[in-house]
């Protein structure tokens, strides 16, 4: 049990980011539609430009029911997301809801095969702006 807990640990398997950023109210219907156009547009830059060598993006998927989007990210063509041990990564959007509006999103960034914390901390952290950048965009 042990030697698994530190192997867990060596290979930084689990880990997460979570951010919330507040937006303008929004219907939740129309907000939820930025947020899956945004998802998508994202995803399909990535695969032109890959500005911050992110993976190809392996699935979307979504529960508008239960207010999350979810993008699957594994390898690219020419390059890992990071180079180490093929580093998997899921990203979850939900909209942050009061009544039937929403007022911003809750981005979660979970590691799922592991990497080193400070690559995963700078990675995360990319992936996170890069998506803001085109919710921003899309929302105003």
């Known amino acids: 049990m042990w030697v698994l807990w530190i192997l867990m640990g060596c290979l930084g398997v ?32 990535g695969k032109k ?3 911050y060598n992110f993976p190809v993006l392996v699935k979307i ?3 508008k029911t ?8 594994g390898k690219v063509l020419a390059k890992q997301f990071v180079p180490h041990f093929a580093a ?13 509006r929403a007022t911003g999103v809750q981005i979660e960034v979970t590691q799922m095969k592991g990497v080193k ?4 901390d ?3 952290e990319n992936v996170k702006n ?10 105003n």
Not at 117 to 120: A, V
Not at 130 to 139: A, P, V
Request: proline content about 4%; aromatic content about 14%.
């Open 122 to 124: 700078q990675e995360a």
């Open 88 to 100: 998997k990564y899921y990203v979850h959007i939900k909209l942050i809801k009061q009544d039937d």
């Open 14 to 45: 689990g880990r997460n980011l979570i951010i919330e950023e507040p937006f303008k109210a929004l219907p939740f219907d129309r907000a939820w539609e930025i947020a899956l156009l945004s998802a998508e547009q994202m995803c399909e830059e």
């Open 49 to 51: 430009i890959n500005p």
């Open 61 to 63: 998927g979504t529960s």
């Open 117 to 120: 914390k400070k690559e995963f």
């Open 130 to 139: 890069y998506y803001l950048s085109f919710l921003r965009k899309n929302w």
């Open 66 to 73: 239960r207010n999350i989007i979810t993008l699957r990210y």
